[in-house]
C-alpha cells in the first residue's frame, strides 16, 4: 500500500468499502408497519446531546437575542400625509383656476395593484 495517499483517496476507499459491505449484508426492511412507525420514531427522538444544547440555548438566550438598538427621536416621514405636486387641467390641457373637489386613491401598483389606502375626497 502506498503510504502517501490523500484524503481524498481514503475517503473514497471507505466509501468504496462501507458500499460493499451494504452489498454484502444489506439491512432488513421492517416486516409491520408498526416496526416501521418505531424505526421513524427512533430516528426522530433527540438522543441527549441535542437535548443539551437546546436546554443551553434557552437559558442563554437573553445573552444572545439582545433588542435592536434604540431608535433616535429625529422625525421621520408621516404616515397620515402624502406630498403631492401637480398641476390641475381640463380635458384638453388648458390650466385651471379656482377652487376645485378632488378625490385620491392610492394603490401599491400601477396597474392590477392592492388598495393601499382609502378614497380620500378634498372639497373647496
Not at 49 to 63: E, P, V
Request: hydrophobic content about 35%; proline content about 8%; overall charge positive.
Amino acid at each position: 500500500m502506498d503510504k502517501h495517499k490523500s484524503f481524498g483517496q481514503y475517503f473514497s476507499e471507505m466509501l468504496t468499502q462501507c458500499y460493499a459491505d451494504r452489498q454484502a449484508h444489506p439491512s432488513p426492511e421492517p416486516a409491520t408497519p408498526s416496526a416501521r412507525l418505531r424505526r421513524v420514531l427512533a430516528w426522530l427522538t433527540p438522543n441527549g446531546g441535542t437535548l443539551l444544547l437546546i436546554a443551553l440555548l434557552i437559558a442563554t438566550q437573553s445573552l444572545w437575542a439582545r433588542p435592536f438598538a434604540a431608535t433616535t427621536n429625529a422625525p421621520g416621514p408621516s404616515t397620515t400625509t402624502v406630498n403631492y405636486q401637480g398641476r390641475l387641467a381640463d380635458n384638453v390641457g388648458t390650466p385651471l383656476d379656482g377652487n376645485y373637489g378632488m378625490s385620491f386613491t392610492l394603490y401599491d401598483a400601477v396597474s392590477a395593484g392592492n388598495l393601499v389606502g382609502g378614497k380620500v375626497s378634498l372639497h373647496p
